[in-house]
Structures are given as structure tokens and as C-alpha cells.
């Protein structure tokens, strides 16, 4: 018995290395260089329902390094968007529910910034530069991107804020832009030599969404690199490099996660497997019910899910929407992975992929997958048990050298 295939399943990890900043073409140029397919990004005007829209992409010099600089030109140019409308376009889309999550909680970042600055109510917002074609595919293409690389987490390296003045709908403004001041609080930021907007409102709301973590690059196996061109031209290469591999080392696969918990004492509990299902179908990494008593001493469950921060909002518009909750807390936890791949093994009842978890490069945990041995049980009218356990052997076998040579011996 063999290995028939190997797959590899880990999860992608995303450096931003924002020396120059960053803008919304910039990131999408970037994941463009690192393999995402223009065609897609083509395609994604047409699921959003943008007509006229021209999409190029191509390589650029920026002082002696490469990089790729994306266009997207409109003939809808001078068309000014509220935040109603463009959420509107995003909503009644048909890219799919993650991508639409995400998108339309970036442009909510950037809308609640404006309207805290300009005192406007957040429908009443118009984007002005902000609410062009090429701004709405920046942020959808760049979230769709991640999805397709299999991007988990993004990490950036502080932001360069620059100084100056830069020109408006609104007039000249100081640099770094307000916008960009209010979305960046709580970013790790400095001020760097720049005397220009070298961080946009799109790129520091990508930014806030999409990171979970801000600092020096973590220790990983690198995979690729991609570089995303700037528009202008500065004392140095004005690129956004992107870094993507796994992160290796014990300790060091670990994400920032949300759990969002909910007591419930007055919903028939054969709903609860409806609940959970619909709560992963919207993201979540894990469900978990914990049975628990409260006041006047009734039976109740707290309803828990563990989810990215990107997800949250359509996570607790399925637990108010399908319990009876009033409420749910909300805590903010560090999950710790262990490295992920998956392996084919052929067995005497047939194949079957087995989970292999590794630390520090050592395997830790195999598991085979349940679907696989309960399809071949079925099929072959053999015990589930028995499946679980030759597949087991067969994956020891190769992962970790157990039982080899022990058929044929003495012939």
C-alpha cells in the first residue's frame, strides 16, 4: 500500500510590507503578480453588474524593480455614489457571500469615517473619488484574490503616513488625509519621509478589515512574491511587496479569532442543528453548545461560535435571526494552529484522504477523513470501524515508518 497522492492544505499566510504605503490597486496589483487571473478580475465587473469597464494589467519600472500596475478605466467617469448605492450593488451582486461579506464591510469603514468628519448621516455619504467602478473592483477583486490564493490570515507592517497636502472633492486637505487618520485608529502607524499621500482610504480600509495582526514579518516558509505599483513616483520603489507562505514553527500559527457567545433557555432544541449548520455555512471555524443552568434554576445553552472578525457580522445576524437571544458577548481569543496537510492513502477497502497535523515539523495527529470511510463502508458493506483503522495504519505507515517490512517476512 502506497501513498497515491499528496496535498498539500495549509493555510496561507500574507505579508503586506507597506514601505511606500499602500492604495487599493496597489494590493490588488500585488495579488495580480502572485498568480490571482486577470479574466477573474474581468469577470467580477460583470457579477457586480459595472458595464463599460476596461481592466488591464502590465508590468512597470518603478526606480529598476518590477511590479505590476492594474487599470481599470470607466465611461461612467464624473458619477458620484452614496454609500447606500454602492452597497446596493454589492448586496444585489452575485459574487459569493464571503466576498460580499467583506466588500461591503470596508466600504461601511470608510463610509463611518466620513461621516464622522464631514458629520453626515451614513446613507447621505457620497464617496466622490471613492465611489468610482475602479474603487468598488479594487476592494472586491482584492478580497476575491485572497479567497483564490487561499489566503487565511494578512499581517502588515506598519503604515508610512507621509506628509503634505493632497487635493479633493473637498478641497486641499493635510497628509495624511482625515479619512485615513480616522480608519487607522488602533493600526501601529509613523510618519516617514514621504510629502505625499502615500496611504489612501481604500488601502488603509483593506487594511483594517482584512489584517489580523501588525508587526515585523512572523517566521514562514515563503512561497511566492508579488509586487503592486504605485502611481507616482517617490525617492524609492513605490511597491507594495506581498509575501505568501505557511507559517512553520510551533507558536507561530496563530490568528486573532472572535467568540461569540449566546445564552439561550426558551428554544426547542431540535432547531439547534439547523443553527449550527447555517453558522458555518456563514464562516465560522467551530460550534459548540454547553449545557448550563440559570435563574430560577432552568435548563439552558450557551450557543458559541468561533469566527474570524471578518465574519462577524453575518454570524450574529444568523444567531439573532434563527435563536431567541436578546443579546451575545463577544471576547477576543488567539487561536493557535497546528501545520495542516492532507494525504491519499490506498487501503484494502479503497482510498482515503488522512488529515496529518504537524508541530515543529513533527506529525502530531493524523485523522482519516470520516466521509471517505463511511462512503467505502457502505459501499463495501464493511464495518466503519474497520476502515478508520486500515486507513490509520496505512497513513502510519508512511508518515511515520510503522509496520514497514512486516508484510511478506519469511518469504
Same mark, same amino acid.
Given at each position: 500500500? =502506497?501513498?497515491?497522492?499528496?496535498e498539500? =492544505?495549509?493555510?496561507?499566510?500574507?505579508?503586506?510590507?507597506?514601505?511606500?504605503?499602500i492604495?487599493g490597486?496597489?494590493?490588488l496589483?500585488?495579488?495580480?503578480d502572485l498568480g490571482?487571473?486577470?479574466?477573474?478580475?474581468?469577470?467580477?465587473?460583470?457579477e457586480?453588474?459595472?458595464?463599460?469597464?476596461?481592466i *488591464?494589467?502590465?508590468?512597470?519600472?518603478?526606480?529598476?524593480?518590477?511590479?505590476?500596475?492594474?487599470?481599470?478605466?470607466?465611461?461612467?467617469?464624473?458619477?458620484?455614489?452614496?454609500?447606500?448605492?454602492?452597497?446596493?450593488?454589492?448586496e444585489? *451582486?452575485?459574487?459569493?457571500?464571503?466576498?460580499?461579506?467583506?466588500?461591503?464591510?470596508v466600504?461601511?469603514v470608510?463610509?463611518?469615517?466620513?461621516?464622522?468628519?464631514?458629520?453626515?448621516?451614513l446613507d447621505?455619504?457620497?464617496?466622490h473619488?471613492? =465611489?468610482?467602478e475602479?474603487?468598488?473592483?479594487?476592494?472586491v477583486?482584492?478580497?476575491?484574490?485572497?479567497?483564490?490564493?487561499?489566503?487565511?490570515?494578512?499581517?502588515? *507592517?506598519?503604515?508610512?503616513?507621509?506628509?503634505?497636502?493632497?487635493?479633493?472633492?473637498?478641497g486641499?486637505?493635510?497628509v495624511?488625509?482625515?479619512a485615513?487618520?480616522?480608519?487607522?485608529r488602533?493600526?501601529?502607524?509613523?510618519?516617514?519621509?514621504?510629502?505625499t499621500e502615500?496611504?489612501?482610504?481604500?488601502?488603509?480600509?483593506?487594511?483594517?478589515?482584512?489584517c489580523?495582526?501588525?508587526?515585523?514579518?512572523?517566521?514562514?516558509?515563503?512561497?511566492?512574491v508579488? #509586487?503592486?505599483?504605485?502611481?507616482?513616483d517617490?525617492?524609492m520603489?513605490?511597491?507594495?511587496?506581498?509575501?505568501?507562505?505557511?507559517?512553520?514553527?510551533?507558536?507561530?500559527?496563530?490568528?486573532m479569532?472572535?467568540?461569540?457567545?449566546?445564552?439561550?433557555d426558551?428554544?426547542?432544541p431540535?432547531? #439547534?442543528?439547523?443553527?449550527?449548520?447555517?453558522?458555518?455555512?456563514?464562516?465560522?471555524?467551530?460550534v459548540?453548545?454547553?449545557?448550563?443552568?440559570?435563574k430560577?434554576?432552568?435548563?439552558?445553552?450557551?450557543?458559541?461560535?468561533?469566527?474570524?472578525?471578518?465574519?462577524?457580522?453575518?454570524?450574529?445576524?444568523i444567531?439573532?435571526?434563527e435563536?431567541?437571544?436578546? =443579546?451575545?458577548?463577544?471576547?477576543?481569543?488567539e487561536k493557535?494552529y497546528?501545520e495542516?496537510?492532507?494525504?491519499s492513502?490506498?487501503?484494502?477497502y479503497?482510498?482515503v484522504?488522512v488529515?496529518?497535523?504537524?508541530?515543529?515539523?513533527?506529525?502530531?495527529?493524523?485523522?482519516? +477523513?470520516?466521509?471517505?470511510?463511511?462512503?467505502?463502508?457502505?459501499e463495501?458493506?464493511?464495518?466503519l470501524?474497520?476502515? #478508520?483503522?486500515?486507513?490509520?495504519? +496505512?497513513?502510519?505507515?508512511?508518515?511515520l515508518?510503522?509496520?514497514?517490512?512486516?508484510e511478506?517476512?519469511?518469504?
Amino acid at each position: 500500500m =502506497g501513498l497515491a497522492q499528496k496535498e498539500m =492544505g495549509m493555510e496561507k499566510s500574507l505579508y503586506l510590507d507597506a514601505h511606500t504605503g499602500i492604495s487599493g490597486d496597489m494590493f490588488l496589483g500585488a495579488l495580480l503578480d502572485l498568480g490571482f487571473p486577470l479574466e477573474r478580475l474581468r469577470a467580477l465587473a460583470s457579477e457586480l453588474g459595472l458595464s463599460g469597464v476596461e481592466i *488591464s494589467a502590465f508590468s512597470v519600472e518603478r526606480r529598476g524593480l518590477r511590479g505590476t500596475k492594474v487599470r481599470i478605466k470607466t465611461l461612467n467617469r464624473g458619477v458620484v455614489r452614496t454609500y447606500r448605492h454602492i452597497r446596493g450593488i454589492i448586496e444585489t *451582486s452575485v459574487v459569493g457571500d464571503t466576498i460580499k461579506s467583506r466588500s461591503l464591510e470596508v466600504f461601511r469603514v470608510m463610509a463611518e469615517a466620513e461621516s464622522k468628519i464631514h458629520a453626515r448621516n451614513l446613507d447621505q455619504i457620497h464617496f466622490h473619488e471613492l =465611489g468610482g467602478e475602479d474603487t468598488i473592483l479594487d476592494v472586491v477583486g482584492t478580497i476575491s484574490a485572497l479567497e483564490f490564493l487561499k489566503v487565511r490570515e494578512v499581517i502588515c *507592517s506598519p503604515l508610512p503616513l507621509g506628509k503634505g497636502r493632497v487635493r479633493t472633492q473637498h478641497g486641499l486637505l493635510p497628509v495624511p488625509a482625515p479619512a485615513v487618520v480616522e480608519i487607522l485608529r488602533g493600526v501601529p502607524v509613523y510618519g516617514g519621509d514621504f510629502t505625499t499621500e502615500v496611504v489612501t482610504p481604500t488601502g488603509a480600509a483593506l487594511v483594517k478589515v482584512l489584517c489580523q495582526e501588525f508587526g515585523p514579518l512572523p517566521p514562514m516558509r515563503l512561497e511566492s512574491v508579488g #509586487y503592486g505599483a504605485g502611481e507616482r513616483d517617490l525617492e524609492m520603489p513605490n511597491l507594495l511587496r506581498v509575501l505568501l507562505g505557511v507559517r512553520t514553527r510551533a507558536g507561530d500559527l496563530r490568528a486573532m479569532r472572535l467568540v461569540i457567545s449566546a445564552n439561550i433557555d426558551d428554544m426547542n432544541p431540535e432547531l #439547534y442543528p439547523f443553527v449550527m449548520e447555517k453558522l458555518f455555512q456563514a464562516g465560522a471555524e467551530d460550534v459548540w453548545l454547553i449545557p448550563v443552568q440559570m435563574k430560577k434554576s432552568r435548563p439552558a445553552v450557551i450557543l458559541n461560535a468561533l469566527v474570524d472578525p471578518s465574519d462577524e457580522e453575518m454570524v450574529k445576524g444568523i444567531i439573532f435571526d434563527e435563536t431567541k437571544t436578546l =443579546g451575545v458577548r463577544i471576547t477576543r481569543v488567539e487561536k493557535e494552529y497546528l501545520e495542516r496537510e492532507s494525504i491519499s492513502v490506498d487501503t484494502m477497502y479503497g482510498t482515503v484522504m488522512v488529515k496529518l497535523a504537524r508541530r515543529a515539523g513533527k506529525v502530531v495527529n493524523l485523522s482519516p +477523513e470520516y466521509e471517505d470511510c463511511r462512503r467505502i463502508a457502505v459501499e463495501r458493506g464493511v464495518p466503519l470501524k474497520d476502515v #478508520y483503522s486500515e486507513a490509520e495504519k +496505512e497513513a502510519r505507515k508512511i508518515v511515520l515508518g510503522e509496520g514497514k517490512g512486516e508484510e511478506g517476512e519469511g518469504a
